[in-house]
């Protein structure tokens, strides 16, 4: 990771307060609210999450269960101002779920509470989810479609084996094989001297943070060569939270989706950041917890655990992903060597970046189609 923190502590320790009974953010989709199911959900170690349901009355469709990104949110998949993946399945015959998994920014883990790891996202929230989908709907198969760090965080789970017999993967962005931009162009000591401020994470959505505040540099920074006047946009699109990296082709957004980019993503929490680090180095998902019990179940490093996982795979990327590069081609041709016996193909998306392959106003013609071939081969 572009950040040099001076500090090796990640999840485990613990903040003055504790929060782990948290009202969602409502979502934003023009959906009918009577098909629109919350469900009261809670990781295995008790953490308070959000599970939706799409109901569509059909007692027969296969399930799909959105992961988000870091940061993100369900309502990634819900954009009331697009035909948004939602949308596509149902018309497909599908019935969504979506995980608001705890770096969601309708929670309020990123900002307060107990920190955690991509390890307690692998180990506590993806399982327990789809867990409670296949309770709920039985034998019908289940598809999961994740994008970034949720995506990251499943191949994790996968390679552990907490996530057997699903029908098939969608993985979008990023899967075994990390890597990151952005490596020369910010290593700066911004993130030790925003620990030194007391900064633990990095905001987003200029509106709150106002003119003059701890964050100003940040945003002064984000600021420089861009193209665009809006500060949020800056930070996202120009510096992905002062990484350097960026996180969509700007033009491939609609006005009103530019407009929503401070609801789409929260504040990035910077102690998560030695995990990323770790990560990015070993060019692999590597657990970070060595020594506590409760973390055995992961494997140490899930590429060398991949022969574990059971289920047809589709790596997508943006031809111009700024963020991950070209992680996806790298961990086809990884598996391809290593692992030939898994079914894993990759489709590269001309002309977009990151999280443009789901906001992105053409996606549902560009992006979406490759997802419905992939899942409808495997129904
Ligand atoms: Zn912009």
Redesign the pocket.
Known sequence: MIFRTTTSRAGGSALPRVRTTAALRPLHHRLDPARVEEIPFRADDGVRLGLTRIHTGAADRPAVLLLHGHTASADMFLLPETRNLVDVLLDDGYEPWLLDWRGSCRLPYNETGQRYTYDDVALYDIPAAVNHVRERIGDRPVFVVAHCIGSLTLSLSMAAGLVPGLAGVVSQGVFLTPKLAGRTSLRMSLAGELLKTRIDHIPVDFRKVGLWSKYTPLFALASRK?????P???IL?NSAWGTGASLFV?EN?SEAT?DR?ADLLGPAPLWILPHLRRIELARSVVRWHETDHRYRHLPPNALDAAGRIDTPVLLLAGSDNGLWLDSQRLCHDVLADRQPQLDVSYTEIPGYGHLDTFLGRGAALDVFGHILDFLGGRR
């Open positions: 861009a193209s665009c006047p809006d949020t946009c800056q699109h700007h957004l530019h980019l």
